[in-house]
């Protein structure tokens, strides 16, 4: 299983940034999917979650409205546009594998993990 990250960066407050998560070695169409961030010095967090066929989505309360989580089964690969974004937005951004079909927020819950990719938000 192999997850690679890309498309973070610097965005301004009220910026907008999509991630992308390029998937292989599992059939990505079976599982459900996950997005979590890390700020520094603070826990792994949940932000987004889809469930296998793409009909289902579940975000935390700090993105709901501003954040989308969508996915590509054809291309395997998951998606986060991430729309007005604020400071406390920053962090390492994280896709996740569950190993079940619907969308879960428990980080524990998730089996394999990307390397990251950094979302930096300042003006």
């Known amino acids: 299983v192999q997850l690679v990250e890309s498309g973070g960066g610097l965005a301004q407050p009220g910026g907008s940034l999509r991630l992308s998560c390029a998937a292989s070695?599992?059939?990505?169409?079976?599982?459900?999917m996950g997005w979590f961030r890390q700020a520094p010095g603070k826990e792994r967090v949940f932000v987004a979650a889809?469930?296998?066929?793409?009909?289902?989505?579940y975000y935390a309360d700090s993105v709901k409205g501003r954040f989308t989580i969508s996915r590509d089964n054809a291309k395997n690969t998951l998606y986060l546009q991430m729309n007005s974004l604020k400071p406390e937005d920053t962090g390492l951004y994280y896709c996740?594998?569950?190993?079940?079909?619907?969308?879960?927020?428990?980080?524990?819950?998730?089996?394999?993990w990307g390397q990251g990719t950094q979302v930096t938000v300042s003006s």
């Open positions: 889809i469930n296998w066929r793409g009909d289902s989505t």
């Open positions: 070695g599992f059939t990505f169409s079976s599982y459900a």
């Open positions: 996740a594998k569950s190993p079940e079909k619907r969308p879960l927020a428990v980080l524990t819950a998730y089996d394999y």
